[in-house]
């Protein structure tokens, strides 16, 4: 969502927004690397962000220090859409030749590109590597497929509640603590104010939606020794969309309205003033800053199903990898570590607001921007990701949970039915991964 965060939120993806995979393509019999070279240039692809100058200046710093450390070595990147990166990053996968050395990724994509054989096992340097010893969990997860490591973390991106503090005020009432007060909430405030969203939702967010499902102690998908079955129409897994789905209606966000919203969308109408809560990332704070709610908003964690715990949050964010055709192998190890490593991570923060992977590093930020601080509890928290399998790409392209999100909300199928074929299109995609 930034990106996967970003990309993560249906943002700039985000979003994950979300960061959508595409389905795979094939994989070459031989794209692996012939040699180690120690001198030359190392190409890079790093995502285009929609302010990019703060990003370069920040990677631009990471490169001068590898080359001064590294004679003979050379570094060019280049800035890549985050729209065409999936078409991009397969053909480097199948055409070695013209591949970079390194490349940025979404961490909802990391099992589909190591399913295409393109990026190289870092589980051995991982391992040695002083820094990541301080990774948050989570992001190590991110680059974990099949026990093994496949990259380095870069940034990592939650969500939580942001409510206007002048409303709540006006009303005589405080943040919710459990997910049955945020729901009741909602609706006391719509009712109150019918000009305004209690809570904006979207029948397309994902990724507001599975904090519902984990809260009620339901998962996406179980993970059997790698083979995944789909688990999203457990009864668990139905309190949660059932929640969820309850905030569309006229007593809350009217689903003709609210059915298509996605991510973005949501976080607009609370900075436009139209919605008196909504679920944000760290990455959304800036464009609500820049909205009519300026001065007049707080953000809490996401509340869980018990009073005072913390809903469990898409843990979004991007990676960096070396590509297993590399013919620099060390040599591209070793700019992943000063791109992703702490210092860099400490001025991206600085520069685009990206929440750093390592929790020391995390814990400092937040001292020095107080917004920060409901993420960084919510991760402390425990986040959760989607399932690592190249699967999860053709599901969330394909629109899998926003289809049954909205056959709900608009009365064409209960949540069994609804959930049951959601399941079934779910596990077909988990059986084509492979």
């Not at 985000?14 to 393509?25: D, F, H, Y």
């Not at 120690?38 to 990677?59: A, D, I, S």
């Not at 309850?246 to 436009?272: E, H, I, Q, R, W």
């Amino acid at each position: 969502m930034k990106l996967s965060a970003r990309i993560a939120a249906p943002a700039a993806a985000l979003a994950l927004a979300g960061l959508t995979a595409t389905a795979c393509a094939p994989q070459t019999s031989d794209t692996g690397a012939k040699g180690d070279e120690k001198t030359g240039t190392l190409r890079v692809w790093l995502f285009q962000e929609v302010g990019n100058k703060p990003k370069e200046r920040v990677v631009d710093a990471a490169v001068a220090d590898f080359e001064k450390a590294h004679k003979g070595a050379k570094v060019e990147v280049e800035y890549i859409p985050v729209e065409t990166r999936a078409q991009r990053i397969k053909a480097a996968f199948n055409d070695p030749k013209s591949a970079p050395d390194l490349i940025e990724y979404g961490n909802t994509d990391t099992a589909g590109y190591v399913k295409d054989g393109g990026l190289a096992d870092f589980g051995a340097e991982f391992a040695a590597w002083d820094e990541a010893k301080d990774t948050d969990p989570t992001a190590k997860q991110s680059v974990t497929v099949g026990g093994k490591i496949y990259g380095a973390p870069f940034f990592v991106g939650v969500r939580a509640l942001y409510y206007r503090t002048d409303i709540f005020k006006d009303l005589g009432i405080e943040a919710p603590k459990s997910q049955a007060e945020l729901i009741s909430t909602a609706k006391k405030i719509h009712k109150k104010k019918p000009d305004l969203y209690g809570l904006a939702v979207g029948g397309a967010y994902t990724y507001g939606a599975m904090p519902f499902i984990w809260a009620n102690g339901g998962e996406l998908a179980d993970d059997d020794g790698g083979t995944y079955k789909a688990a999203i129409n457990s009864d668990k897994a139905r309190k949660g969309i059932e929640a969820y789905t309850s905030l569309f209606g006229d007593d809350n966000c009217p689903a003709a309205k609210c059915a298509s919203m996605g991510g973005n969308a949501t976080v607009t109408a609370f900075a436009s003033g139209k919605a008196a809560m909504a679920i944000g990332g760290d990455f959304s704070h800036a464009a609500v800053e820049a909205g009519s709610v300026k001065g007049a908003y707080a953000v809490v964690p996401l509340p869980g199903v018990t009073e005072g715990s913390v809903a469990p949050a898409f843990a979004g964010g991007n990676n960096i990898g070396v590509l297993k055709s590399s013919s620099h192998r060390s040599l591209a190890v070793d700019l992943m570590k000063s791109l992703t490593g702490k210092e860099t991570q400490a001025k991206m923060f600085d520069a685009m607001g990206f929440l750093p992977t390592y929790t020391d590093v995390r814990a400092t930020v937040a001292k020095k921007q107080p917004f920060v601080e409901p993420f960084v509890k919510t991760l402390g928290a425990g986040a959760k990701f989607v399932p690592a399998s190249p699967g999860w790409g053709q599901i969330d392209s394909s629109l899998v949970l926003p289809t049954m999100f909205q056959e709900i909300v608009s009365g064409r199928k209960d949540v069994a039915k609804a959930s049951d074929d959601a399941a079934k299109k779910m596990d077909a995609a988990f059986t084509d991964a492979g």
